[in-house]
């Protein structure tokens, strides 16, 4: 089964439920909120590593056949231009249906507040390296730039730091190779994330922040696994 398909399924599944359990329920919303964390962790739970590992790997690679530049530059070209794109689209289609405010649908909600800058910057560059895997914002980007300085340098001397390259090299095609186990019950990880969203939705409290987050990773995994 393809992986879009597991994707359609566990959303509308999980949808339908979520819709027609009852509100209000504490019994079911205690349970569900569980369900919910425990797709969200079990994704995180994967993702963090296999991103350090493959983009340290990726770096290094890039780097010794000296297409590092090249490929990071396209790369930042194009996201600025997405996100210029979008940023336009949004506001000339605002202008254009000039959309009335909309009520409170939702009573409560969970704001995800931007961390000062200074607090950003102190958890790119922690006390401690290890820090960046521990961030209290779960922020991926210090986990990314800390695997781009460790790809960088691990070309400085091939004999020295040929192991270590090794090392990260097995380390991400070992979490690959997990990762299929998670792409096969893509759509049980899905189902609860998206029966948890709706059912918070009639309950009148959306849940944190982490359906952000999960919803990122089951792109990446529906469109590259």
Sequence with gaps: MKNWIKVLSGTVAGALIGALLPAH??????????LFQLAVNFGKYIFIPLV??????????????????????RALAFWSAVTVSAVLFAAVLTLLLSPQRLSHIV????????????????SVI????????????????????????????????????????????????????INTFV??????????????????LKSGAVMNRDIVYFILFLVVEAVFF
């Design 107 to 122: 009573p409560e909600s969970e704001v995800f507040e931007v961390p000062p800058l200074s607090d950003f910057l102190l």
């Design 126 to 177: 922690p006390a401690n390296m290890l820090g960046v895997f521990f961030n209290p914002y779960g922020i991926l980007f210090p986990v990314i730039v800390l695997a781009f300085f460790i790809g960088l340098n691990l070309s400085f001397d091939r004999l020295a730091t040929k192991s270590i390259s090794t090392l990260f090299d097995s380390f991400s095609k070992l979490l690959q190779h």
């Design 183 to 200: 792409v096969d019950i893509l759509w049980g990880m899905i189902f609860f994330i998206t029966m948890g969203f709706v059912y918070s």
């Design 52 to 73: 350090f590992f493959s983009f340290a790997i990726e770096v290094y690679e890039l780097y010794r056949q000296k297409l590092l530049r090249k490929t990071f530059g």
């Design 25 to 34: 329920t504490e019994f079911l919303e205690t349970a569900i909120r569980f």
